[in-house]
């Protein structure tokens, strides 16, 4: 797996992955924590559009840190206050009202989930992806952009209700 200086450059070289320059870091409450790597992307960039055609609608969109909120506030509306998922927050839009999210509670810090807007808050629904930003961004240029994590081949790192590991 290539480190996150060495991933970026990689998209960056890219003419399908396109970046904005930096504006600020995402706010967070100050019980969570943003992972080291998320940190070093917002200094470099306010957002990335990742494997677009047509520069439009992305197929993987990091969103800009005013649109880095609790998913459930970024899906339906509703920002989650209890529960597993208040520390989840919008990473990346995939398409269709669908996110990825990152885990933000120091003891989960930097997990990425698939979180599908039609079985959000319910486990068995939301599988752990990726381990890290940079593992994610890894697995995201070895699929050229492709929904790894939908691959029957993919296996994955449990549930994101259950431990994880």
Not at 24 to 47: A, I, K, N, T
Not at 82 to 94: C, H, I, K, N
Request: proline letters at 7%; aromatic letters at 12%.
């Amino acid at each position: 797996m290539k480190s996150f200086d060495e991933i970026i450059a990689v998209l960056q070289s890219r003419a399908d992955c396109h970046f904005r320059p930096a504006t600020s870091l995402p706010l967070v409450p100050s019980d969570l924590r943003l992972p080291p790597d998320v940190v070093s992307f917002y200094q470099r960039f306010g957002e990335g559009r990742l494997f677009t055609e047509d520069g439009d609608d992305p197929p993987c969109h990091l969103l800009p840190p005013d649109k880095f909120v609790q998913v459930g506030l970024a899906m339906l509306g509703e920002a989650t206050t209890t529960g597993v998922e208040r520390s989840w927050y919008a990473l990346a839009d995939v398409r269709d009202g669908n996110f990825l999210a990152i885990d933000l509670l120091p003891t989960q810090l930097g997990r990425v989930y698939d979180c599908f807007h039609e079985t959000y808050g319910e486990p068995g629904y939301c599988n752990v992806i990726a381990l890290s930003f940079t593992e994610l961004l890894n697995r995201l240029a070895d699929a050229e952009g492709q929904p790894y994590w939908l691959d029957e081949d993919f296996g994955g790192y449990g549930d994101a209700y259950g431990d994880g590991d």
